[in-house]
């Protein structure tokens, strides 16, 4: 394993050029280019934010201490990061069936196809929770402390897509109907993850049915992480013990697992693509 990370290390060059090949490529010969990178999850917040907080009522808590009222800006501090997971997953899972030609051209880590489909998205990510942050700025939240930790998260959210989408390639390489299954379980994770609602309500109906729905819902390790840039951004606060203990140990859990699997299936890729 070792000769394989100074392998990675070595061929941090090809990263970055995959990375930025994924980058250039998403948008290209569109007339917006990478304003889509923004246009999306605006148009995204618009059409939930007329469904939950006109049609359905759906009241956003109230930042504490930050005081922040706001159905939008809550739901953005949760699809963002919900996004980019979805984003990074998909990608991660298709990386190395597109990579094909390349795969049977050259040797180099394969690790990188999955890396780089993860800091393309990353990249975006980015840019997008920057602009989150300053536009909680100016309505009222003091976001620039949190930024530090902010990043840390971030860092964490990104080891656990990027351990999914690594086990998940491997798996679509056997059974390419795999990252339609995904597909589709992610589109269900959307709504059995508290984004575009509070977790509140999960513990009310917690109350009449008993705990055991908040405890399928905290098995799940974007609820935390959701909650944590919740905490950071909307309330600016710290996140709680049990979140942060949960995003830290399921990131490096989860990437260190889908590492080990990827790493041991990769020298039979070229055979099986």
Known sequence: ????????????????????????????????????????????????????????????????????????????????????????????????????SLIKKVYFPRLNLPLAAAGSAGFTWLIEMGLLAVVLLFFGAWTIPWLPLLLLFMLLQTMLASGIGMMLAILNVHFRDAQHFVAIALQLGLYLTPILYPITLVQQLAADRGHWVVDVFELNPMEHFVAVFRSLLYDNRWPTAVDSLWCVGSAVVLFAVGSIVFVRNERNLGRLL
């Open 1 to 100: 394993m070792n000769g394989y990370i100074r392998e990675l290390w070595a061929s941090r060059e090809l990263l970055a050029n995959l990375t930025m090949r994924e980058i250039k490529g998403r948008y290209r010969r569109t007339i917006l280019g990478q304003l889509w990178s923004l246009i999306n999850p605006l148009a995204t917040m618009l059409v939930y934010t007329i469904v939950f907080s006109f049609l359905f009522r759906t009241a956003p808590p109230v930042g504490s201490p930050s005081g922040i009222e706001s159905y939008p800006l809550f739901l953005l501090c949760g699809l963002l990061p919900w996004t980019f997971f979805s984003t990074t997953v998909i990608s991660s899972i298709t990386s190395v069936v597109e990579g094909e």
